[in-house]
């Protein structure tokens, strides 16, 4: 099974339902799978290996998705926000390739060598004219093994050179036919794509809202306002957001003192959320299901979620160990295994930090050029993170992000968990540098709203934790670097304080 049947069974079961765009004038499922055939012919005619797309979310999204399965090529959506330089690399590494623009990002696509490259409106403009007597043959018959790729997306770049995580048809299709149920969606079900189109979650949306029957309105760019006026609108009763984008809907929701009675459920993931985040959202939302999902671009998306119950029952505890699940991922999905492992790849016990490892049909763990999959199909997500005695996950960071302080591990998360619950820091992020004494010294960098006591907030680290986690050095911020997904750009930040770290930072510490 590939991935452009959930397109084909919904159009089949349900061909005059809405599939994409507002209640007004959008396409139903049997226009998005004719759109699709055709848009699938025009692909194979040129000599191409793949289909890349490069611009802002819009209904044509699915619509190349769905083609590029149809036509047997693999579906590669780019970041449009890399510099010129970057951005032509990664085409370089996809060509030869029919490169889908934005009209204003064609000119900075060209000059690279074996692309077909033409603007969206363009392309499916000369679609559009094609003899529909056609759509019932050909293209679609050209990709038929579940091991062929069907989406190529690039990691996020926050180190040297992104690699190319390659998801087969088998590990999406295994992803979706475990989590949903074919067409379980009401016709008034609606969900909100905010997220870019080269993000796991945005590429995992589309599949899953397809397969369910839901229809799906997408949001150019994320803009709070924006975001909340669409929710009321258009009835949205399912949206995906990261941290720092539920950090700043809130705010509106808050300043407006608007409800979003549509609202059924809200996920989040692709960083930490911040305790004082969600609790808030939860007080301003209280009959929205939250959920909080936590996978990888290499798993196809979710593999552990707290949900709806465990939030609310994590909110309302009397007990230091109940209320910290609101922290926590939640428990895996009941089709994969998971494990902590130490370094010598051996399972570890609830509560001892670790690697976090996955099996699952739904996980690929492969690049573009080698596979990090192991032969017995155990994945090493480079994640750290333990397990209570409950079987709750908490995830504590990139393993990279490990500080290494007298030879003992300290987690960057447990510090910044504390800090963030000073009513006078807005943002904080804890990295290690180097120290010729301890190896590594703890630096936090924190975004404030009003002028703080450091010494009252070393008093703080040291009295929830103990004094080998204290920051040596706190650093004054007016902002964090954050990638446009909401994650922290941890390596970044590191850099730029070992850059400008002087004598008179160290002061401030």
């Known amino acids: 099974m590939n991935i452009h049947l959930f397109l084909e069974m919904a159009a089949d079961a349900a061909p005059d339902r809405i599939a994409i765009g507002t209640r007004a004038t959008g396409i139903t499922y049997g226009e998005l799978l004719a759109m699709s ?12 290996r793949t289909v890349t797309y490069c611009g802002l979310n819009r209904p044509e999204v699915p619509v190349a998705l769905f083609a590029a399965s149809l036509a047997g090529k693999p579906f590669t959506p780019l970041n449009y926000r890399l510099p010129d330089a970057d951005l032509k690399r990664l085409l370089e590494r996809s060509a030869p390739s029919l490169t889908l ?17 033409q603007s969206v409106d363009a392309f499916f403009a000369e679609c559009a004219h094609r003899d529909t007597d056609a759509q019932e043959s050909g293209a679609q018959e050209l990709a038929e093994s579940t091991e062929d790729i069907a989406v190529v997306l690039f990691t996020s770049g926050t180190t040297a050179e992104p690699k190319a995580a390659i998801l087969r048809h088998s590990n999406l299709v295994n992803y979706v036919l475990s989590t949903l149920e074919f067409l379980s969606a009401d016709e008034s079900e609606a969900a909100l794509i905010s997220v870019p189109p080269y993000h796991i979650a945005g590429m995992s949306a589309l599949l899953t809202s ?29 949206a995906m957001v990261v941290p720092t984008m539920l950090k700043r809907i809130v705010e509106v929701i808050a300043e407006r003192n608007v409800t979003l009675p549509s609202l059924r459920a809200l996920s989040y993931g692709g960083g930490r959320m911040p305790a004082a985040v969600i609790e808030r959202a939860m007080d301003l939302l209280p009959e929205v299901g939250f959920v909080n999902a936590y996978g990888l671009t290499e798993t196809s998306s979710t593999i552990a979620i707290l949900d709806p ?39 570890v016990p609830a509560g001892v930090v670790g690697e976090i490892w996955v099996r699952g049909s739904q996980v690929s763990g492969e690049y573009e050029g080698r596979k990090v999959i192991r032969d017995d199909g155990w994945f090493p997500t480079n994640d750290a993170g333990w397990i209570d005695d409950e079987g709750f996950l908490f995830v504590e960071g990139r393993l990279d992000d490990v500080i290494v302080r007298g030879g003992e591990n300290i987690s ?4 910044e968990d504390v800090l963030i619950t000073n009513s006078q820091i807005d943002d904080v992020a804890v990295v290690g540098l180097p120290d010729e004494e301890w190896g590594e010294k703890i630096v936090a960098a924190i975004v404030v709203n009003a002028p703080v006591c450091i010494d009252q907030l070393r008093n703080q680290v040291r009295e929830r934790l103990r004094s080998t986690r204290v920051p040596s050095v706190f650093v004054l911020r007016e902002t964090l670097p954050y990638n446009d997904t909401g994650k922290l750009l941890r390596r970044q930040l590191r850099q730029e304080l070992a850059a400008n770290i002087s004598a008179s930072d160290a002061a401030v510490g």
């Open 37 to 48: 055939r055709r848009a699938a012919q025009k692909m194979t005619e040129a000599p191409i």
């Open 309 to 347: 119950a465990s939030h609310r029952e994590a909110k309302a505890s009397g007990t230091p160990e109940g209320r910290r699940r609101l922290s926590s991922v939640g428990k895996p999905l009941p089709h994969l295994e998971l494990e902590i492992r130490d370094e010598n790849e051996a399972a």
């Open 101 to 117: 623009c934005d009209a204003d990002i064609v000119k900075r696509c060209e000059g690279v060598a074996d692309i077909h490259l």
């Open 412 to 415: 960057p998360a447990e510090i």
């Open 210 to 238: 397809v397969y369910c029957g839901r229809r799906i309105v997408s949001l150019p760019a994320f803009d709070p306002g924006v975001w909340v006026d669409t929710v009321i609108a258009e009835g949205i009763t399912h």
